[in-house]
């Protein structure tokens, strides 16, 4: 049993920036995070994969940056000129022996 616990997010204008932190309770596979805004589904943000390669949503390129620190066990997203469509809940996630684990979300809100 893996657990995640997020950190940060809150209310920003657009353009401003924002960081989340992500601290599991044991090391994981991979790491990254989701979010879901209302009426939409969950979509993937930015991940850390297993093999130490990042992938990014198209939608969120050259404005969020993803980095993992393996000695603590956490995910970072700085997440830097933000729009009002980033505005969701974002979930922290983890896989560990083909499990998948999440955590309990941090609301992002982008005010225009």
């Known amino acids: 049993q893996v657990q995640l616990v997020e950190s940060g997010g809150g209310l920003v204008q657009a353009g401003g920036s924002l960081g989340l932190s992500c601290a599991a309770s044991t090391s994981t596979f991979s790491m990254g995070w989701y979010r879901q805004a209302p009426g939409k589904q969950r979509e993937l943000v930015a991940v850390v994969t297993g093999g130490g390669n990042t992938i990014y949503a198209d939608s969120v390129k050259g404005r969020f940056t993803i980095s993992r620190d393996y000695a603590k066990n956490t995910v970072d997203l700085q997440m830097n000129s933000l729009k009002p469509e980033d505005t969701a809940v974002y979930y922290c996630?983890?896989?560990?022996?083909?499990?998948?684990?999440w955590g309990q979300g941090t609301q992002v809100t982008v005010s225009s």
């Open positions: 996630r983890a896989t560990f022996n083909y499990n998948v684990y």
